[in-house]
């Protein structure tokens, strides 16, 4: 994959359109309550303030309905925390007003109104991608996230403008090709979560790729049904289990080895704190659910961690927010962070609910790499090819 990277831009005096993800998460009071896409936007504006460049943010926040101008998911509570980062001023402009856009100075910095309030942003339409693009003279796509979805700001515009990768994009696509476009083998995969349904073209995709696929959480229970075991009340696919099994086929026919859970950890009752029991996986009673992997298991997916030098990690490997169903996703997440500090493995995560169950064993800041992005990075792991991708690769 060849990357266009911002550096090779011509930006002096320019003004420079950049896609980012502001779609940050907000209290009850209307605070951010998280921060993390508002920094990884950073390095790019500071890189085009510095190189003197007029600087256009565009973002979307949260669903209106296509081109409706909904005030509670206005984008006007980004530019005090933006300015603040940055240390500059930041003008927010509520329509897009091409004048107001040529009046600004090199080095300034303006955020755009959450681009769904246009009519056609999520429809891509050739209009709107043509009026966005005449207020610029370069594209940035630095929204890695909303790579997944062909929009008119964070797709259609880049037909009419030079596009370049922002850094933080650049950073992503970096890491997520050493992992799997040319990783360093042997590279397994975690793929846990909650059900074969969401992730059955990640599956398939996957065994094309790895030299070891281990499969936990609830997703764990088909492949056990499939093996013809009875799992209990445990939350499984019944209707999956011709998918699973061809899955296992697949696998086998490209020498990618599959690991299931070899022990699981039992409960009658889905609460925090419940008595459980660990069992072979052929031991499940009628009333008990599977809510996690065992100590066995764990031990299985650190001997392969230990075998191999890539590691890609999606989804966890039991109920982690039910206490004590946590266990085994902590303590495998740990090991990995520990492999990847000292350099022994290359271990990247991503999508959805991950960053949430590596941040609860403290493993985010060793992992390799961390993607925040969720369809995205899912939808890379697929093997798709992202529209918003596309548009900075040659
Ligand atoms: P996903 O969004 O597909 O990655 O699924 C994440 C969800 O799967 C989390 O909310 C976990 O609680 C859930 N999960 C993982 N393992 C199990 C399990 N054995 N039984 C029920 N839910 C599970």
């Not at 005030?71 to 509570?77: I, M, R």
């Not at 039910?322 to 991503?350: M, N």
């Not at 403290?362 to 939808?379: I, K, P, Q």
Request: aromatic content about 4%; glycine content about 8%.
């Amino acid at each position: 994959m060849k990357i266009r990277r911002l550096e090779t831009a011509e930006l002096k005096n320019k003004t420079v359109l950049v896609r980012v993800d502001f779609n940050l998460p907000r209290d009850a009071d209307g605070a951010i309550s998280d921060d993390t896409r508002l920094r990884a936007a950073l390095p790019t504006i500071e890189h085009l303030r510095e190189a003197g460049a007029k600087v256009v943010l565009l973002s979307h926040f949260g669903r209106p309905k296509p081109g409706e101008n909904n005030e509670g998911l206005s984008l006007g509570f980004v530019p005090p925390a933006l300015a603040e980062a940055i240390q500059a001023p930041v003008r927010f402009l509520s329509t897009p007003n091409i004048n107001a856009v040529k009046t600004m100075e090199p080095g300034e910095v303006m955020l755009l109104e959450n681009t769904r309030f246009l009519p056609g942003e999520t429809e891509n339409s050739a209009e709107l991608a043509e009026e966005l693009a005449s207020k610029g003279d370069v594209f940035v796509m630095d929204a890695f996230s909303a790579a997944h979805r062909a929009h008119a700001s964070s797709a259609g515009i880049a037909e009419h403008l030079p596009t370049y990768a922002g850094l933080a994009m650049e950073r992503e696509l970096d890491h997520l090709a050493q992992a799997l476009d040319h990783p360093k083998k042997p590279v397994m995969a975690i793929v846990g979560g909650a059900k074969v349904s969401s992730k059955i073209d990640l599956l398939e995709h996957l065994v094309t790729k790895l030299d070891m696929l281990a499969i936990g959480g609830g997703m764990a229970n088909t492949f056990l049904l499939a093996q013809g075991l009875d799992v209990g009340k445990s939350l499984a696919e019944p209707d999956l289990i011709g998918k699973a099994t061809d899955i296992m086929k697949a696998a086998k026919r490209a020498k990618c080895k599959i690991i299931l859970p070899v022990d699981v950890v039992t409960a009658t009752e889905f609460v925090e704190g419940a008595e459980t029991r660990v069992s072979a996986p052929d031991g499940v009673k009628s009333k008990e659910m599977i809510l996690d992997v065992g100590p066995d298991t764990v031990t299985a997916l650190m001997d392969a961690m230990d075998k191999a030098e890539t590691l890609i990690w999606n989804g966890p490997l039991g109920a982690f927010e039910t206490p004590p169903f946590d266990t085994s996703t902590i303590e495998a997440a740990k090991y990995a962070a520990k492999l990847a500090k000292s350099g022994e493995l290359i271990a990247v995560a991503g999508g959805g609910d991950t960053v949430a169950a590596l941040a609860a064993a403290d493993a985010v800041d060793d992992f390799t790499f961390v993607s925040t992005a969720g369809g995205a990075f899912l939808e890379w792991m697929e093997g798709k090819e992202l529209p918003g991708v596309a548009i900075v690769t040659e």
